[in-house]
């Protein structure tokens, strides 16, 4: 991340944490940075690994916290899931999610839907006061369906060294 941008990323934790009674530590700004980074909707595991490589004294449970911190500040977004799982998004402007069934990855979707569209769901019906929605698309992304379209690898090995375009034999017959 460029350094202006590091900079103003701090500024901003700092004035959320202050204005939500928190205090700004350099692990609470290392795990935001990370979220600020990434695309990818962490675990809180995956935050841990990869920030522990640069604060190596981080412990999954600081971690953990720091994160809720940031949803509680307003900073990060906690997506949670049937099976108990959560994971962080830095990305705190309206956009929707496509989540894999296969790997579980989440993806980012653009685009808001047209505000008559959801008033004519009419969540407010039953007095429920509404503040705000969430799309979420399921289905499978690029790797796992084309990989749910290959062979599977019983048959690939089977025919692998008859179909080698250099008809040489497979690399085991060589070190062997
Ligand atoms: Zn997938
Ligand atoms: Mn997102």
Sequence with gaps: ????????SEQILREALD??????????AAVFRYLLATDSHPTADEVFVAVRSEVPVISLATVYKSLETLVGCGLAIKLTYGDGSARYDGRTDPHHHARCLACSRIF?????LPADEIRELNPGSEGF?????????????EECH???????????????????????????????
């Design 108 to 112: 980012d979707v653009a685009g808001r």
């Design 146 to 176: 084309e990989a749910s379209l290959g062979t599977d690898p019983a048959t690939e090995c089977a025919t692998g060294p008859a179909t080698d375009p250099t008809g040489e034999p497979g690399a085991a017959a060589h070190s062997a």
């Design 129 to 141: 006061q509404v503040t705000g929605y969430r799309l979420e698309f399921t289905g499978f992304c």
């Design 19 to 28: 204005a939500n009674g928190q205090r700004f530590t350099g692990q609470r």
């Design 1 to 8: 991340m460029a350094r202006h941008h590091h900079i103003r």
